[in-house]
T-cell receptor, first 111, second 121 residues
């Protein structure tokens, strides 16, 4: 079935550093791809998505480009803030309407 | 809208007891999902419903787990009897499927509740 693999954390960065969290996928066809974020004590919330190859999803300074050649959807941000500290999940649809999530990557941004 | 509402937020119980987790999805959403989150296994899909009908329950661990959706605004996840290995955060999520360009565009955009943290002693 469809699955994603994302880099292990935790990732610790200083404020204003550049962020990359790697995500690769295995899927039948070209499904939509998603990044969700989970802040401490909260449920997951959609950060961004891309619905077809070469699409770039963006939100709150985060970006990810759907690359079918490398089956990747890496999350990037040019300058992280302390408030970006959270767990980030890459996801894609399973055979139905549910999502399969990666294991999550914990990000800690220090002042 | 108040979002997806789950209760209780925290539950501590003893092994063998019955546990019932509740979820109120966003009004108008036609899909409802139950996920379980643990450090070891990450986020696992347990079951999901479409228009109150269970579509895929292959993720339900065993017969001790059951889920119902008696109407569009309420769902329960029940564990009976509970065991320590059931300790986890249980999330409910809902979504709305709408069609455009020949595809279902919204069904995979899930809105999560804050979760129910279950501890079984």
């Amino acid at each position: 079935g469809n699955s994603v693999t994302q880099m292990e954390g935790p990732v610790t960065l200083s404020e204003e550093a550049f962020l990359t969290i790697n995500c690769t996928y295995t899927a039948t066809g070209y499904p939509s791809l998603f990044w969700y974020v989970q802040y401490p004590g909260e449920g997951l919330q959609l950060l961004l998505k891309a619905t077809k190859a070469d699409d770039k999803g963006s939100n709150k300074g985060f970006e990810a480009t759907y690359r079918k050649e490398t089956t990747s959807f890496h999350l990037e941000k040019g300058s992280v803030q302390v408030s970006d500290s959270a767990v980030y999940f890459c996801a894609l649809p399973n055979s139905g309407y549910a999502l399969n999530f990666g294991k999550g990557t914990s990000l800690l941004v220090t002042p | 809208d108040a979002g997806v509402i789950q209760s209780p937020r925290h539950e501590v119980t003893e092994m063998g007891q019955e546990v019932t987790l509740r979820c109120k999805p966003i009004s108008g959403h036609d899909y409802l999902f139950w996920y379980r989150q643990t450090m070891m296994r990450g986020l696992e899909l347990l079951i999901y419903f479409n228009n109150n009908v269970p579509i895929d329950d292959s993720g339900m661990p065993e017969d001790r787990f059951s889920a119902k959706m008696p109407n569009a605004s309420f769902s329960t996840l029940k564990i009976q009897p509970s065991e320590p290995r059931d300790s986890a955060v249980y999330f409910c999520a809902s979504s709305f499927s709408y069609w455009g360009q020949g595809n279902s565009l919204g069904a995979n955009v899930l809105t999560f509740g804050a979760g129910s943290r279950l501890t079984v002693l």
